[in-house]
């Protein structure tokens, strides 16, 4: 009789821990999901901090570092060429990373319309072509962005005005992706549209975490030489500014236009930026403690992203152990989330359930990348460098996959 008692507690506390395991995990990930955004809105609204922007002209030394972007350079310069910024106040280093398919000589037909520079460099990486950009660097401000990406005229002086105000060490730029031709490029079009609210709240209360790679700019004072090997500059470089008690802000009049990314894509992209956020947290450990002034922020959403993928699967896990009948309640839910992604490989682009089976397979296959991502602990951080492939159609009848540094 004392066995069986002994037994019958030891499952009663075996389904307790369960319970609690899967409340945790569940509670984490729609705080996650859903509470931080409520909790940011709001905070957004009590705790706004304008930004000071003036009429500010300086000079601006532009860094685009490519490797292999001849496709684009052309159409890239054209977009520099036409910024609505003084054009003596501007100049352009083009940092070629090894390029070997005719960049170089593009660059050069341009050289006698502005002031442009080509710097060859051996193929070394975006972050040793990024550093070679900053040696080279002659403006107050440094504007930085990749070669794929259109940009709006009024973008560059939109950005520099934001430093007439003396606490913005660093300023982010909006990237707008065109609509993409099917559901599944819509489905990572409309992630890249809640990431884009989280930053414009963050930026609201003080300060974004990171950048976009392919429109920002910052002081030259403050930018840093990057560790050999960083996997994302859009957020060291900004961090460089932040840390030194600036302002990094993300300013939604300042657009660049990107095509849409198929997921298979933006799976690879995504496995590397996330790998590049536990970079930077080995890089700068201050992000974890109270000297963070995001603090709160950064745990939240950054920190947050990393840890979620974990906590579903141990949600699965504790699911097993959880008694009768929110077991089954609870196996059951999760399994007709995941199967519901799984399906959208099969459902038709036409049917009216991949409107709910899209943006459940992208998610899914975010969190898959953010598991991936610890892979930067095991691997060489330039393994994790690929190709960024997009099917565009930049020129008429023309479609091309095409491998670029950019974000």
């Known amino acids: 009789m004392v066995h069986v008692a002994i037994m019958a507690r030891c499952a009663i506390l075996a389904a307790v821990t369960s319970l609690l395991v899967f409340l945790i995990s569940v509670v984490f990930c729609a705080y996650t999901l859903f509470g931080y955004p409520v909790l940011l809105g709001l905070l957004a609204r009590l705790r706004r901090r304008p930004v000071r922007k003036g009429p500010l002209r300086t000079t601006v030394t532009v860094i685009l570092p490519v490797h292999n972007g001849a496709r684009w350079m052309a159409a890239k310069l054209e977009s520099l060429l036409r910024l609505d910024y003084p054009a003596g106040l501007v100049d352009i280093l083009v940092l070629s990373d090894g390029s070997d398919d005719g960049t170089h000589e593009i660059v050069q037909e341009f050289a006698g319309r502005a002031k442009l520079r080509l710097i060859v460099l ?34 560059l002086r939109n950005l520099v005005e934001c430093f007439a105000d003396p606490q913005v060490g660093a300023a982010s730029g909006e990237l707008i992706i065109r609509r993409g031709k099917g559901t599944e490029e819509e489905s990572v079009g409309l992630y890249w549209r809640y990431e884009k609210w989280l930053r414009r709240k963050q930026s609201q209360i003080d300060s974004v975490m990171g950048t976009t790679g392919c429109i920002y700019a910052m002081r030259r004072k ?6 050999e090997g ?21 300013d939604g009049s300042a657009v660049a236009y990107d095509f849409p990314t198929q997921l298979k894509s933006e799976f690879r992209r995504k496995v590397r930026t996330l790998a590049g956020v536990y970079q930077v947290i080995g890089q700068c450990p201050a992000l974890l403690s109270p000297r963070n002034r995001m603090w709160i922020h950064f745990l939240s959403h950054k920190f947050a992203r990393l840890l979620m993928p974990w906590a579903m699967l141990v949600a699965f896990v504790a699911s097993t152990g959880l008694p009768d009948p929110w077991r089954g309640f609870a196996l059951a839910a999760q399994a007709a989330a995941y199967g519901l992604a799984a399906l959208d490989f099969v459902i038709p682009e036409r049917g009216a359930p991949k409107r709910l089976t899209s943006p459940l397979r992208t998610f899914m296959v975010l969190m898959a990348a953010s598991l991936c991502a610890v892979s930067i602990f095991f691997l060489p951080a330039k393994s994790l460098w690929s190709q960024t492939r997009v099917v565009a159609e930049p020129a008429p009848q023309e479609a091309n996959d095409v491998s670029t540094l950019a974000e």
Not at 128 to 154: K, M, P, S, W
Not at 222 to 227: K, R, V
């Open 230 to 250: 960083t996997l994302v500059d859009d957020m060291y470089l900004p961090l460089c500014a932040f840390f030194r008690g600036y302002r990094v802000i993300f």
């Open 122 to 155: 051996p193929r070394g990486g975006k972050a040793a072509a990024i550093n070679a950009g900053i040696a080279h660097a002659t403006g107050e401000v440094l504007f930085f962005t990749d070669v794929r990406q259109e940009l709006e005229r009024q973008s």
């Open 222 to 227: 403050l930018a840093s030489p990057l560790p």
